[in-house]
């Protein structure tokens, strides 16, 4: 109930995150408004689902539900641009550790690695692990499909990629700049504290606490810094930024090369990351972490100083551009899925 907590400061700092800001909004609010807009576009383009061509490489066009294995392995001809990877069989965690074990026989690696579902999203169930130890923990946890991949160090940006078939080279939509956040101790609060009394962190203050554990109790040296998560999901409590200022003509170039090496793929977000801004903003030595479908958002909208109106202009340009490709496709002889296939 709601009137337990409200007897104790925790407990009403942590229903005033309920209050959540724009960047928050459930997938359920966010989307209605938007409904009247891609009935528009159904019927302008012949197709209430023609979108789901955007990506005839992807079911459904990636939709929901599609496979980051069967992703990363139509990105194969990209070569050191995707990490090393590999999915974990099906069985009892013990049998899937020792999978993880071949894997790092086999490319050299060590310990962090990222495990991931085959099937997920918003960062659900991925995590970082740095021993034998913690990769078991995980997997007794979590069962399903899994992935291990190599973990990259660097800063992580998401690009949203689009092209129109037959153009002579794609664009690049967005780019978001994700910011993992630290907290800065002064020996005197512990870090459920300063998650609690920041006005943006008690937001997601559920998430955060999650994920510090017991080291939440812990009390930060004055000038210590600890970072408040691991993973770049939005939902995981990473903050995005609009990244534009990192667009350069060199990134353009290098993320639609990558991209012409999936045959199939016109439009959806990467997560990428370089070894530093510089080398991202040149196109150099980026890593593939991810690439989602035709539904993926155009995550700069969640920057905490875009408010809503701004937000919703840019989901409309996205959608525009997912029925025109989706159209263009079809044209081409591209599958749609039907309202009922997408039910399904």
Request: proline share 6%; net charge neutral; aromatic share 12%.
């Amino acid at each position: 109930g709601f009137v337990v907590p409200l007897f104790s400061w925790k407990g009403r700092r942590r229903l005033l995150g309920f209050w959540r800001r724009w960047e928050y909004w459930p997938a359920w609010l966010l989307y209605p408004p938007l409904l009247g807009y891609l009935v528009f576009l159904g019927l302008r383009y012949r197709g209430l689902t023609v979108f789901t061509a955007a990506n005839p490489a992807m079911p459904a066009g990636g939709v929901l539900g599609e496979s980051k294995a069967d992703i990363l392995e139509g990105l194969a001809g990209a070569g050191e641009a995707v990490p090393p990877w590999s999915r974990l069989p099906d069985g009892d965690p013990e049998s899937r550790l020792e999978a993880v074990r071949r894997f790092r026989g086999e490319h050299d690696l060590e310990y962090p690695l990222i495990l991931k579902p085959d099937i997920g999203q918003r960062g659900s169930e991925v995590a970082l692990v740095r021993s034998d130890e913690e990769a078991l923990v995980h997997l007794r946890e979590h069962s399903g499909r899994f992935l291990v991949q190599r973990y990259v160090p660097g800063p992580e940006l998401s690009v949203f990629y689009y092209r129109h078939p037959g153009a002579e080279k794609g664009r690049i939509f967005s780019i978001t700049d994700k910011e993992f956040p630290v907290v800065v101790g002064d020996g005197k609060r512990t870090l459920e504290e300063f998650v609690l009394t920041d006005r943006r962190a008690v937001a997601l203050s559920s998430v955060y606490l999650e994920e510090l554990g017991d080291r939440g109790r812990d009390v930060p040296i004055a000038g210590e810094s600890v970072q408040l998560n691991e993973i770049g999901a939005h939902s995981r409590g990473t903050i995005f930024r609009d990244g534009w200022a990192r667009f350069s003509d060199a990134l353009e170039a290098r993320v639609d090369e990558i991209s012409r090496t999936y045959e199939g793929f016109y439009f959806g977000r990467y997560d990428f990351r370089a070894p530093s801004i510089e080398d991202f903003m040149l196109g150099r030595e980026l890593r593939v972490i991810e690439l989602n479908g035709v539904t993926s958002d155009s995550t700069d909208i969640y920057d905490p100083e875009n408010g809503s109106f701004k937000a919703y202009g840019k989901l409309l340009r996205q959608w525009k551009l997912a029925f025109e490709i989706g159209a263009a496709n079809r044209e081409r002889g591209a599958a749609v899925t039907s309202l009922w296939g997408l039910a399904r």
